[in-house]
């Protein structure tokens, strides 16, 4: 099969966006990072992109390399017309479980933003308390060029975040596992026990 060429992957990308542009709407894009990890904070990045220009490369922050995250990162940051993250930590993880700290997550990110948004673009969740149409998209960073903005400024932050706490926690490996439940990280939990950061509901098993 050939290769699509970057400038046709990014119009297919942007199929639903455009949807909303072409009519004026100011839309927004949000995703979440860092659900599954037994340790640090759930991030939620929220992002209103202009139709123009369209960035390459941007697509699921999973599919995209850390160098490109990277790269990427200050150019959504200069390019949109508003953006923003919001994060919540492993003890209020804890307190309300995942969900309704993702949930959290997605309303302060969405309340940061100073645009007149009118409907927002969410990767999977819908019923948010927030004012504003939500559509809910299955993968939605994999389908939409707002959403998968916001999943590379969620990822980059949140992995920067990690890799500080390697430093402080290095027994865990966070740098390379992020946090997530790896046979060396969860060796690590039954070795070291657990450090602050890491989410107590989700590591009792473990210990």
């Keep these: 099969m050939p290769r699509v060429d970057e400038k046709t992957r990014l119009f297919e990308l942007s199929k639903i ?106 990767d999977a969740l819908s019923g948010l308390k927030i004012e504003a149409k939500q559509h809910s998209l299955i993968h939605g960073d994999a389908l939409c060029y707002s959403i998968a903005a916001a999943s590379i400024l969620a990822k980059v932050e949140r992995d920067r975040y990690m890799i500080e706490m390697d430093k402080l926690y290095p027994e865990y490996g966070f740098a390379n596992n992020k946090g997530y439940g790896t046979s060396e990280h969860i060796r690590a939990i039954k070795e070291h026990g657990l450090c602050p950061i890491h989410r107590r509901t989700f590591v009792g098993k473990f210990v």
């Design 17 to 122: 966006d455009r949807e909303y542009w072409e009519q004026g709407i100011v839309l927004a894009g949000m995703d979440e990072v860092g659900r599954g990890p037994l340790a640090g904070p759930v991030v939620v990045g929220c992002v209103v992109m202009p139709q123009e220009p369209l960035l390459d490369y941007v697509n699921d922050s999973k599919k995209v390399s850390q160098k490109r995250r990277e790269t990427l990162y200050p150019l959504i940051k200069a390019t949109a017309l508003d953006c923003a993250t919001a994060w919540i930590a492993p003890q209020i993880i804890d307190r309300i479980n995942i969900l309704e700290a993702t949930k959290m997550g997605f309303i302060e990110a969405f309340g940061m933003i100073k645009l007149p948004v009118t409907d927002v673009m969410i």
